[in-house]
Nanobody
Framework: QVQLVESGGGLVQPGGSLRLSCAAS????????MGWYRQAPGKQREWVAT???????NYVHSVEGRFTASRDNAKNTGYLQMNSLKPEDTAVYYC?????WGQGTQVTVSS
């Protein structure tokens, strides 16, 4: 049974940074792409980033140059480094692997 456990969210001031983690169990992370999504209050969940099994990355335009997806296959964990955070980045962030979703972690960007 695949399980994803997220951590790393919190409250940060505009311009600050956070790193989200997504620890996988029940599956070898190395063989699959991992996606990151977010859902802001009153909005639909949107795709943020993908890192392929080979380490290639793609990002939604609004986070390009600020967010970096990475993975540590030895630790079976994916990461989303978020820099230069803006209030509009406030959302619950989710990781996705195959058809499994993490529980979500709240990111709030506010002064």
């Amino acid at each position: 049974q695949v399980q994803l456990v997220e951590s790393g969210g919190g409250l940060v001031q505009p311009g600050g940074s956070l790193r989200l983690s997504c620890a996988a169990s029940g599956v070898d992370l190395a063989g699959y792409p991992m996606g990151w999504y977010r859902q802001a209050p009153g909005k639909q969940r949107e795709w943020v980033a993908t890192i392929t099994s080979g380490g290639n990355t793609n990002y939604v335009h609004s986070v390009e140059g600020r967010f970096t997806a990475s993975r540590d296959n030895a630790k079976n964990t994916g990461y989303l480094q978020m820099n230069s955070l803006k209030p509009e980045d406030t959302a619950v962030y989710y990781c996705r692997l195959i058809d499994c979703w993490g529980q979500g972690t709240q990111v709030t960007v506010s002064s």
